[in-house]
């Protein structure tokens, strides 16, 4: 809240009063002495482009204390600076024609400034009349690092105590503008080496005030990036892959790096390297090295629908365990889940959102895990129903590793008890895609061996039986 009186920020002096009825008088000089009228030369008007009233947006104002707002009027060389005030609702609040305002009572009203020079700018703030001052008691502050580079930005936010302190508007300052700064709204900007305080207080007379102490970072640039993963396949949609990359420097700054594709509508790459699969197409992926010319690598990436390529490798999957009392966590590239307990265990693997199946190119469904202790049913499930229309119609086999993979082809099965047979001309899109890992009896022996935990490796799906065995005998 600002208590200049009677100045507009751009320097110009609020008049006193508006003319009656805003006319415009015009003053003319006559030569008595001369038989002919001289014209005066004509003075170009510069008229408001903007005007704003500077505050909050809704501007406390104790009953009993008049407040002056402060005007800014925008360009600087305005010819006719009278404004006219008004007050929604004068039984609130009055304001006279120096943008003084009255309170009178508690309540809501709308203050606005209109130009007078026939713009007709207006600027308009929500005044609240207050009987008492809730003073602030304390502040908290958060931010996402406490740590920034040279030229990088750092946005600290304050939480202020109690939430309905009267006046919220802070003070923001750094204890060395040449290391960082920061703006009025908590926003650092790093300009060298160093350590800095950044510290924040109230205005409202309650003393509060809080710091954070930060560091700013020399920036090292690199001088040579190199992409080493290798794609060597097409992508699935959904997809998440890790992209793997060499930077020099050692000690280059990273957050100097730049991830880009050229075609985001197909697979989209983070800041971080993670590249994701949206649709069906092709994409370059680059990586730049910022503040320095030609440092950069790429590498091409293509995505295939109606193909699944779901591996644990990074943070993220859209699967998920839904049974009840059972957990799915990623831990060692793997999805590992710990079934529900009971007399019968269960814990279904899931995948969030279904997926999109084309059966004409990639009809081999696999599953890579191991089958939990004990005897039970697996069962591949869908909206249309369970594949075969049964329990454990998958088919097994083992690969080089000797871990299990259970497969379903799509070629020559039918889901649920209508036969439903997928498309293998165009992509089928299932709602429901599922493995029910269910009924499950284990023995005590069982059980204190964790039988009841079974790991996923990955879920594939494969142009043919010759193709998996290959991909599962490497």
Known sequence: MHMKKNKFLACHKIVAAVLPALLLVTLVSLNACKKQDTAAPAVEKTMAASIAIITTDTLPVLLGKDTTLTVR????????????????????????????????????????????????????????????????????????????????????????????????????????????????????????????????????????????????????????????????????????????????????????????????????????????????????????AEGVANVTDFIDVSVEEGKLNDVFTGTTTPWKTPTANATGIIQNDKFVVSMAPGAKYRGDFQRTGGAALHAGKFPIIAFKFNRPAGTGNIIFDTNNGSFLNGNNKLTTVTGKDGIQVHYADLSAGTFGASAIKLSAASVTNLTTFQLKIADFVLSATDIANGGYIYQVYWVKSFPSLAALNEYINR
Do not use: C, F
């Open 73 to 288: 009027l925008l360009p600087d060389s305005i010819t006719n600076a009278v404004l006219l005030w008004k007050s929604s609702d004068s039984s609130v609040a009055k304001v006279s024609q120096q943008g003084t305002v009255h309170p009178l009572t508690t309540g809501i009203a709308t203050i606005s400034a209109t130009t007078t020079d026939g713009s007709w700018r207006t600027a308009a703030i929500v005044v609240e009349v207050i009987d008492k001052i809730t003073y602030m008691s304390g502040l908290t502050l958060t931010a996402p690092a406490t740590s920034l580079y040279e030229g990088d930005t750092l946005a600290i936010k304050a939480t202020i105590n109690p939430s309905n302190t009267t006046y919220k508007t802070l003070q923001w300052s750094s204890s060395n503008e040449t290391i960082a700064k920061v703006s009025s709204t908590g926003v650092v900007t790093g300009l060298s080496e160093g350590n800095v305080t950044v510290t924040v207080k109230a205005i409202d007379g309650s003393g509060v005030a809080k710091s954070m102490a930060l560091e700013v970072k020399e920036v090292v640039l690199a001088t040579s990036v190199d992409i080493t993963s290798v794609v060597s396949e097409t992508m699935a949609v959904g997809q998440i892959l890790k992209l793997e990359y060499n930077v020099l420097p050692a000690n280059a700054t990273l957050g100097k790096l730049k991830w880009s594709s050229d075609n985001p509508n197909v697979v989209s790459v983070s800041s971080a390297g993670i590249i994701t699969g949206l649709a069906g197409g092709s994409a370059r992926i680059t990586l730049k």
